[in-house]
Every structure is written in structure tokens, then in C-alpha cells.
Nanobody, 120 residues
Framework: QVQLVESGGGLVQAGGSLRLSCAAPGRTFSSYSMGWFRQAPGKEREFVAAFTWSGGTPYYANSVKGRFTISRDNAKNTLYLQMNSLKPEDTAVYYC?????????????WGQGTQVTVSS
């Protein structure tokens, strides 16, 4: 079992920035792919960004490409999502997720989510 803990959500004005973090206490991500997903009120959960922890091309949803960046800190064993130029439509609960193998396909482990609210 992989426990994931997100942090960094909050309220921000449109055009602002936030950085989300995801950590797994007592575990390393070296053999995993990691992703960020989000779920807005009344909508299904959707893919945001993902990559293989050991390296490789990151994947982004078209709606966030050029504004969001997924990254990692190996020393801290922490995953990040830097979100710039935020829009009201980015408002959602953001989830960190992990899976073994490549970055695409169903994810097996999920965090509890962190709320991001972008005001207009």
C-alpha cells in the first residue's frame, strides 16, 4: 500500500500561482509513475499531468499545457505541480496518484486530495 499526502492547495485570484506537493512517508518513488488529477464539482475526475519518476517525457492535459509543470525532488522524495496563470476553470480538488510502470493507464494509489479555488 502506498500512502500519498498532498498539500499546497488554497484560494488564489485568476492569474496567480500555486504549487502543490505530494509525499509518501517512508517510501521512495523510483519504480513508480506519478500523476496529478483533478475533479471539479459536478464533473468526472480528469487527468492533469504525469511522468515516470525515473525520467522521461512528462504528459500534460491540453487544458494545462504551458501553464502547469510537473516535477520532483529526489532528495525530498516529493512530487510537485507548479500551477501558473490560474483560471477559474482550474478550480477543483487535485489528487496525487501513483502506479508501477509507465505513466499512462489506470493509477492504483491515490491521495486524499487538496482543494484549489481560483477566483475571478
Amino acid at each position: 500500500q502506498v500512502q500519498l499526502v498532498e498539500s499546497g492547495g488554497g484560494l488564489v485570484q485568476a492569474g496567480g500561482s500555486l504549487r502543490l506537493s505530494c509525499a509518501a512517508p517512508g517510501r521512495t518513488f523510483s519504480s513508480y509513475s506519478m500523476g496529478w488529477f483533478r475533479q471539479a464539482p459536478g464533473k468526472e475526475r480528469e487527468f492533469v499531468a504525469a511522468f515516470t519518476w525515473s525520467g522521461g517525457t512528462p504528459y500534460y492535459a491540453n487544458s494545462v499545457k504551458g501553464r502547469f509543470t510537473i516535477s520532483r525532488d529526489n532528495a525530498k522524495n516529493t512530487l510537485y505541480l507548479q500551477m501558473n496563470s490560474l483560471k477559474p476553470e482550474d478550480t477543483a480538488v487535485y489528487y496525487c496518484a501513483a502506479k508501477r510502470g509507465d505513466a499512462l493507464g489506470p493509477y492504483d494509489y491515490w491521495g486524499q486530495g487538496t482543494q484549489v479555488t481560483v477566483s475571478s
